[in-house]
């Protein structure tokens, strides 16, 4: 099994940054493509970047494309999130999933998750 925590979200200002930590424990954290997804309140699970086993693919979602950047670092089994310019409409729980293949767009496809961060960005 693989054990996720997040951390780093918080209450900002739209305009503001945070870089969201994804720590990993248990199984070889470099084994597996990882996700980032959020989540607002009545809406759907949404993906929101994702980044390949060694870290040298990442790919981020239209909708934040420009302003977040997802990383990783193997040596230290975490992951990371690093959101600029942010906006209301970013405000959700923000959560990371790994799988054991290359990452995938689609949640469904992801085996371990972490509990979640809350991001609230005020206008």
């Known amino acids: 099994q693989v054990q996720l925590v997040e951390s780093g979200g918080g209450l900002v200002q739209a305009g503001d940054s945070l870089r969201l930590s994804c720590a990993a424990s248990g199984r070889t954290f470099s084994n597996y493509g990882l996700g980032w997804f959020r989540q607002a309140p009545g809406k759907e699970r949404e993906y929101v970047a994702r980044?390949?086993?060694?870290?040298?693919?990442?790919y981020v979602a239209d909708s934040v494309k420009g302003r977040f950047t997802i990383s990783r670092d193997n040596a230290k089994n975490t992951a990371y999130l690093q959101m600029n310019s942010l906006k209301p409409e970013d405000t959700a729980v923000y959560y990371c999933?790994?799988?054991?293949?290359?990452?995938?767009?689609?949640?469904?496809?992801?085996?371990?998750w972490g509990q979640g961060t809350q991001v609230t960005v005020s206008s």
């Open positions: 999933a790994v799988r054991g293949f290359s990452s995938s767009t689609d949640y469904r496809d992801y085996v371990y």
């Open positions: 980044i390949s086993r060694s870290g040298t693919s990442t």
